[in-house]
């Protein structure tokens, strides 16, 4: 059983208790490290807190001057105001593509025992979830024996 793993730096790929290591744009083969020599795999993903938090409230700051009128904002200039409505609805649509990314990609991290750590940026989830799987099922087998 092999797994296959490609960020926008490298692809790694598990097959027969080697990981070989290939380096973007041509994945050319620049290192294979056996599996028992690996120390730890690690799946890294950024919270998406910070992107929430601040797109829902340039939502709420868009939306509040709708629902109240001009009660809740006497201080902006009326010709201010549609460009603060766009510039709301601007920060909120990035926010809301900083999260998209935050939940579709992650960060993988392996560490050999006996050389520097590779490290795979922006690798589909689902892709790296599958390889650290595969990887952890391998060693578990490995050890058994």
Do not use: H, Y
Request: with cysteine.
């Amino acid at each position: 059983m092999s797994a296959k793993c490609t960020g926008i730096n490298c692809a790694l790929r598990l097959d027969d208790g080697v990981i070989e290591v290939r380096l973007m744009p041509f994945q050319r083969l620049t290192a294979t490290i056996d599996v028992s020599k690996i120390g730890s795999i690690e799946l890294l993903r950024k919270s998406v807190m910070p992107p929430a938090v601040v797109g829902g409230l340039a939502l709420l700051s868009n939306l509040i001057p709708g629902f109240f009128g001009d009660l809740l904002l006497p201080f902006v200039p009326g010709e201010l105001r549609l460009f603060l409505q766009l510039g709301t609805l601007g920060i909120a649509a990035l926010c809301l593509i900083l999260l998209a990314m935050r939940w579709l990609f992650a960060r993988l991290v392996v560490r050999p025992s006996d050389t520097r750590s590779i490290t795979l940026r922006m690798v589909p989830t689902g892709s790296a979830k599958r390889f650290v799987e595969t990887f952890q099922d391998r060693v578990s087998r490995s050890q058994r024996i």
